[in-house]
């Protein structure tokens, strides 16, 4: 089955910095990769998407880049602020499959 | 659009006793969702698939009588924790699956004591 793995497991930035969480896949055939922020006590919520026919995403203040050769995929948030502090999840999903496979997760904070 | 209702958001019981958490696909139909849970300071652990019509399919150290899984329509999947102990004190989360991707529900934190 596919594994995931995500780094760093936490990361502390300034306000106004930019985070940037990686992740790597293990299955070829993955082709759908969505970010989750989670906050405390609630469900995880999608914040973007890529799909493997596609490199880059962007949406305002966050992007994911993905490299299929690689088998790896990254998200970014620029200009960060207080309340982007939380937990975040990688996944990956097969095309044969509909299963979600998740990142360990990555808790950042963004200091004031 | 594309909301996921889950219910309760949490629930204390006692040792012994069943609960029922109820997830909702409000404005879509979802034939698969998903249960998860979750430890403190973890990731999403896929407990099982739940199919619209069909039986779940329950990932691997999953007592499927322990945790049964209803789906018995487009819109509604039900997760109950039958006889309850501590150990199943945990955060569950659903997750319906959409054609453009997946929308989780907002958790249930249940507490056995």
């Known amino acids: 089955g596919e594994n995931v793995e995500q780094h760093p497991s936490t990361l502390s930035v300034q306000e106004g910095d930019s985070a940037v969480i990686k992740c790597t896949y293990s299955?070829?055939?993955?082709?759908?990769f969505p970010w989750y922020k989670q906050e405390l006590g609630k469900g995880p919520q999608l914040i973007i998407d890529?799909?493997?026919?596609?490199g880059e995403k962007k949406d305002q203040r966050i992007a994911v880049t993905l490299n299929k050769t690689a088998k790896h995929f990254s998200l970014h948030i620029t200009e960060t602020q207080p309340e982007d502090s939380a937990v975040y999840f990688c996944a990956a999903v097969p095309y044969n499959d509909y299963k979600l496979s998740f990142g360990a997760g990555t808790t950042v904070t963004v200091r004031a | 659009g594309a909301v996921v209702s889950q219910h309760p958001s949490w629930v204390i019981c006692k040792s012994g006793t069943s609960v029922k958490i109820e997830c909702r696909s409000l404005?879509?139909?979802?034939?698969?969702m998903f249960w998860y849970r979750q430890f403190p300071k973890q990731s999403l652990m896929l407990m099982a698939t739940s199919n619209e019509g069909s039986k779940a399919t329950y990932e691997q150290g999953v007592e499927k009588d322990k945790f049964l899984i209803n789906h018995a329509s487009l819109t509604l999947s039900t997760l109950t924790v039958t006889s309850a102990h501590p150990e199943d004190s945990s955060f569950y989360i659903c997750s319906a699956r959409r054609q453009t991707g997946y929308t989780f529900g907002s958790g249930t934190r249940l507490t056995v004591v």
């Open positions: 404005d879509f139909q979802a034939t698969t």
């Open positions: 299955d070829s055939a993955s082709n759908y």
């Open positions: 890529i799909r493997s026919n596609v």
